[in-house]
Nanobody, 117 residues
Framework: QVQLVESGGGLVQPGGSLRLSCVAS????????MNWYRQAAGKERDLVAS????????NYADSVKGRFTISRDNAKNTVYLQMNDLKPEDTAVYYC??????????WGQGTQVTVSS
């Protein structure tokens, strides 16, 4: 049974930091590129960051470049999203995604991040 379980969300003040984690099970984690998406209330789900299978290549949405860092530990079946200098517009539900093909496309349940003073 495939599972992606996110954690680490919460309420943080502007300028603060959070680290999200996503633990995977039920598939060969090391063979899947991993992604973090987010969905703000009333908006579409957007790609935030991606990382290749070995963690060599990463990509970021322009809105988070220089502030967010995606990383992975294949020995722990875990992908991370370090978020620094958080802004109110970063408020959203953050989702972990593993995608290797159209049919090999798995999602976590999401974790809420709220940036507010």
């Amino acid at each position: 049974q495939v599972q992606l379980v996110e954690s680490g969300g919460g309420l943080v003040q502007p300028g603060g930091s959070l680290r999200l984690s996503c633990v995977a099970s039920g598939f060969t984690f090391s063979s899947y590129p991993m992604n973090w998406y987010r969905q703000a209330a009333g908006k579409e789900r957007d790609l935030v960051a991606s990382i290749s299978t070995a963690g060599v290549r990463t990509n970021y949405a322009d809105s988070v470049k220089g502030r967010f860092t995606i990383s992975r530990d294949n020995a722990k079946n875990t992908v991370y999203l370090q978020m620094n200098d958080l802004k109110p517009e970063d408020t959203a539900v953050y989702y972990c995604n593993a995608r290797r093909s159209r049919t090999q496309d798995y999602w976590g349940q999401g974790t809420q991040v709220t940036v507010s003073s």
